[in-house]
């Protein structure tokens, strides 16, 4: 059996869960927690409804060997929680920066799971950046919360496309120098 394995991108280890890279296995997770709406709608890129073959392409890109953006499931097996928590990613810019991305399954919402992983991907720093910039929807005051809790400062207000909704969405910009 062969497993499948992203170069360049490191597990990283957390108390209770671990960010690690993508596997095709995770694509029915994935799946379910992407074609939620309530998902959907908070992210610039998951369409709704999502489209047979998105996850699917999502993950090859994800594991690509020549891919921009490194994802990393949010897995929650080592204490006993699913598979499949919820994504966070980095997305290479350049000046040695990325930009944090993320979501959270619903099941999961207001357990301190995004803040958790976020404060481990700024701590571990796999791409060893200078900055990290994440925006969140002004519609979603959570994330921009978990934003705050973990060092990130407000930069501005802006709008980004979101595929969910069809429409430009007022943005909050955060920026954190590492």
Known sequence: MK?????????IEADRFDLRPLRRSDM???????????????????????????????????MSEDRDEDVWAIDGSKSGGGEVKGL????R??????EVGYWIAPIYWNTGLASDAL???????????????????????????VLTHCGFEYLGDAESFSVARNAAVPTWTYSRKL
């Open 3 to 11: 497993l499948d394995q992203i170069i360049n991108q490191p597990t």
């Open 28 to 62: 029915g997770l994935i799946e379910l927690y992407g074609s939620d709406e309530r998902v959907a709608r908070m992210t610039t890129s998951i369409p709704h409804p999502l489209p047979p073959g998105a996850t699917e392409a999502f993950v090859a890109r994800a």
């Open 88 to 91: 966070i990613s980095l997305k």
């Open 93 to 98: 810019m350049d000046r040695n920066q990325s």
């Open 119 to 145: 404060m481990a991907l700024v701590d571990a720093n796999p791409s060893g950046n200078a900055n990290m910039f994440a925006s969140v929807f002004q519609d979603n005051p959570a994330s921009a919360r």
